[in-house]
């Protein structure tokens, strides 16, 4: 994305489309990755909360959309973020670009721009927005690139072999959000019991895991 322009439609061959800029965003970093509009921080967890690609798109879904599923339903979202805007959503979770422990750097920093700049479009359009924090720690440097100071929501997937690192990415989660820590709003996706109950000890939002069955357009 390049240059900035303002959203809006153009006319191809005489018909109305949806038009998404080339663009650039405000930037806190060297590399570019965009900067989160801090007054379009998700106040609370909007329902219901859906898969992105389990329902069909073209039906109206006023809650939260989350990208915790297969990165293939989601990867066209980079071609064309708008398809998420249609469907009147009021807030979203930041996509998931995976991210594991043998990425390459710059593959993690690219999978981080494009998650920001989505997201930071997507505030553009008057959606609110939950920064989320599941990657591989190794590559958490980057991936809070473009989170500004003050931040207080944040959202992961829950895994049962996994619990230490989701109190980890809460208390990344505090850090972030620095004086503003006693307001996070910390939502954690999936999981068994035993994200349930550390959801429910210290004061986690937890979502239960949903039928993730891929629905086509």
């Excluded at 800029?21 to 965009?34: S, V």
């Excluded at 927005?129 to 500004?148: E, T």
Aim: net charge neutral; aromatic share 14%.
């Amino acid at each position: 994305m390049s240059a900035e322009q303002p959203a809006g439609k153009k006319i191809t061959e005489g018909k109305m489309i949806d038009y998404v800029p080339d663009c650039y965003f405000p930037t806190n970093n060297q590399y570019g990755i965009p900067s989160l509009d801090i007054n379009f921080c998700a106040q609370y967890v909007d329902a219901p909360v859906i898969g992105w690609g389990t329902q069909r798109r073209s039906d109206k879904m006023p809650g939260t959309w989350h990208f915790y599923v297969d990165d293939y339903r989601f990867n066209r979202l980079w071609q064309n973020p708008e398809k998420v805007v249609q469907t009147g959503c009021h807030s979203c979770i930041e996509p998931n670009f995976s991210v594991y422990q043998q990425t390459p750097p710059a593959i993690s920093i690219w999978q981080t721009f494009r998650k920001r700049w989505i997201a930071r479009y997507w505030q553009s359009k008057g959606i609110l927005i939950f920064a989320d924090l599941n990657v591989n720690k190794d590559y958490q440097h980057f991936n809070i690139m473009g989170i500004p100071n003050g931040w207080t929501a944040f959202s992961t997937r829950g895994y049962n072999d996994r619990w230490k690192d989701t109190l980890r990415e809460r208390t990344l989660a505090g850090e972030i959000a620095a004086d503003n820590a006693d307001q996070v709003k910390f939502l954690v996706y999936g999981g068994g019991k035993i994200i349930q109950k550390l959801c429910g000890d210290n004061g986690f939002i937890w979502i239960p895991e949903q039928e993730n069955s891929y629905v086509e357009r």
